[in-house]
């Protein structure tokens, strides 16, 4: 009865996290859409902060606000650089130039290298030779991409965009390295970077607001609650609850899922259909993210359970 409700419990981690690279991986679909059509990416940042800031709330006062909530102030503001407002907005910037199968690849693309090279830097992490060839693939796929942003006459700001998601990687890439290295929990840091971003909000207000009448209500309130509520606040939360249950190991595999769901949404979606150079980069980042992720999980020892 134990092994099976462990079972269980593995099957829906699987599931969360698939939601997990769902949300992400369609998250640059629709924020491509909505920049698009009507919203600024200040506009996008602004939901986004605004409702995942006093969604946790609470738990950033309860952690205490003289400390940033236990962490400390120092540790605070580089956490929130790293995956709060400033990584945010050159996601946005990006997506205003260059499409959306782009940010998802580039971007976990170089998530994914920075945790490789930090991994192995601050935690001893073994450098296999999965891990080099997956590597060199990856960036062959990045060279590859922007190969195609410098010959694409069509998107005379791609190479920028691309360039926004590039720097989106190597700054959200140390995220999971800073919150591993100084043992913080996943939702305080959340609540952390999520309640300091908000900051940004008097200045959206004084200089960026155009009134509430620039997309409909519906749709400001949809991007709101993906924005803030399902990418900040749950997604954040199941890839972490996931990754506890099935190990670092096996929850690796699962990002190589992001580019290929912003590649395939943005296809019917935006009638974003990439071109032969743009599809040979992004299958190399996929297959380079795929082989670097893949570790054989770990054997349980006989009568173990």
Not at 58 to 81: E, K, S, Y
Not at 175 to 184: E, G, R, T
Not at 238 to 253: N, S
């Amino acid at each position: 009865m134990a092994f099976l409700l462990k079972l269980q419990k593995r099957h829906l981690a699987m599931a969360g996290m698939a939601l997990a690279m769902l949300i992400y991986g369609s998250n640059f679909v629709i924020s491509r859409h909505a920049v698009l059509n009507g919203l600024s990416a200040h506009d996008m940042l602004a939901l986004r902060f605004a409702v995942a800031g006093l969604i946790l709330l609470p738990v950033f006062w309860r952690a205490g606000v003289r400390d940033c909530a236990g962490i400390g102030w120092r540790r605070g503001v580089i956490l929130t650089v790293m995956s709060g407002f400033p990584m945010s907005f050159l996601m946005m910037q990006g997506l205003t130039m260059a499409p959306a199968a782009h940010g998802a690849s580039i971007g976990p693309g170089m998530v994914t290298l920075i945790g490789i090279i930090g991994g192995v830097l601050l935690f001893g992490t073994q450098l296999t030779a999965a891990l080099m060839v997956g590597v060199a693939i990856v960036l062959a796929g990045l060279l590859a991409l922007a190969l195609a942003a410098t010959t694409a006459t069509h998107m005379p700001n791609l190479l920028l965009g691309d360039l926004c998601f590039l720097g989106v990687g190597l700054i959200w890439g140390g995220y999971p390295l800073a919150l591993q290295l100084w043992k913080i929990d996943g939702l305080k840091a959340t609540a952390v970077f999520s309640v300091l971003s908000m900051l940004y909000l008097p200045v959206y207000a004084l200089v960026y607001f155009r009134g509430f009448d620039v997309a409909p209500w519906q749709a400001i309130v949809f991007h709101g609650i993906n924005q803030g509520l399902i990418n900040v606040v749950i997604g954040l939360w199941l890839w972490a609850w996931a990754t506890k249950i099935l190990g670092v190991a096996v929850a690796g595999r699962f990002p190589p899922m992001i580019p290929v769901i912003g590649t395939i949404l943005g296809m019917p979606v935006l009638g974003e259909w990439p071109g032969a150079i743009q599809l040979v980069g992004i299958a190399m980042i996929v297959g380079g993210l795929f082989i670097a992720a893949w570790k054989p999980a770990p054997k349980v020892a006989a009568g173990r359970p």
